[in-house]
């Protein structure tokens, strides 16, 4: 099984990504969270595999929460995927000390997501 964590504080954005994702997969569990503060608690209840973020969030940001949980994520070798509508060049300065943290666009393809797992359970079997 693979465990996710889906942290987004607009529930349409987590469910419609929840509802695509289990349509592709019957091996993933998703965990999710509306906030950082929920995210944190996730991930101390949980071996995360990969993270997918929201950057943007009215109690702290992704990058927030990230910097919160870097060493038991980096212990886990999470994948961590943040997106956000800001820019790229910004975010990338926040994230630049945690290691492989990938930005994409919060209005990307739902098919890069698929993509995520697929490329994951590819690596799992190296």
Known sequence: ?????????????R??????????YDDLV??????????????????IDILISDQMMPDMKGSEFIAEVIET??????WIYIYSGQL???????????????????????MFFKQIIDEYKAAQTK
């Open 30 to 47: 998703i965990h999710q969270a509306m906030n950082g503060r929920d995210a944190i608690e996730e991930v101390k209840k949980h071996k």
């Open 15 to 24: 469910d419609t990504l929840k509802d695509f994702l289990e349509f592709f």
């Open 88 to 110: 790229k060049d910004e975010l990338s300065v926040e994230l630049k000390n945690y290691g492989e943290v990938h930005i994409i666009d919060k209005f990307t393809n739902p």
């Open 1 to 13: 099984m693979i465990n996710l964590l889906l942290v987004d504080d607009n529930f349409s954005v």
């Open 73 to 78: 994520l980096s212990e886990y070798k999470t």
